[in-house]
């Protein structure tokens, strides 16, 4: 269904300072973050019908890639602090970071062989807030069956 993974949607940008979950049937709305933020990429389950190798896929969770502080300690949350990346459940809670809060995620792919999603980050080694080209970077994966399952591939 032209989806960059099968299951999930997502949507792109550096205009959007949240992102709330809605329940229709009572009438709450959730944000996610409890202040504003810079949110580069969600991920959320797809609304069409979705197949890996003829199989159903569905999802029940979000992913958010996300500056959510000012790690660099230059007065304010831009593209030059560390991205991060975040679980949430369907009801748009906080389960965990899908890889430790001292890295910053620059790109992703995906493995349909698997069902995993590839997440690529560099590790602020000195400390600093932000990335610089000496550092290491790192490759997680996460399986999308289960994405509290995490690991550090390389």
């Known amino acids: 269904n032209n989806n960059l993974m099968p299951g999930l949607e997502a949507v792109y940008g550096y205009n959007m300072v949240n992102i709330s979950h809605y329940n229709i049937s009572e ?3 959730k944000n996610f973050f409890g ?3 810079l949110i580069k990429t969600v991920y959320y389950p797809t609304f069409s019908n979705d197949t890996l190798n003829h199989i159903p896929v569905h ?3 979000f992913i958010v890639t996300v500056y959510n502080d000012d790690t660099n300690k230059d007065g ?6 560390l991205r991060r990346i975040y679980l949430f459940n369907i009801n748009g809670e906080r389960q965990m970071a899908l890889v430790n809060e001292n890295y910053s ?4 792919e995906y ?5 995993f999603m590839y997440l ?7 400390n600093n807030g932000q990335m610089e080209e000496s550092e ?4 997680f994966w996460v399986d999308l069956k289960d994405p509290v399952k995490t690991g550090r591939l390389y």
Do not use: E, G
Not at 76 to 81: L, S
Not at 111 to 115: K, S
Not at 136 to 139: A, L, N
């Open 76 to 81: 304010f949350i831009n593209t030059r602090d």
């Open 27 to 29: 009438n709450k709305q």
């Open 59 to 61: 999802r029940s969770f």
């Open 120 to 126: 690529f980050a560099q590790l602020d080694s000195n």
């Open 136 to 139: 290491p970077v790192h490759i």
């Open 111 to 115: 493995d349909a062989a698997n069902d």
């Open 105 to 108: 995620v620059f790109k992703s």
């Open 35 to 37: 202040k504003p933020v």
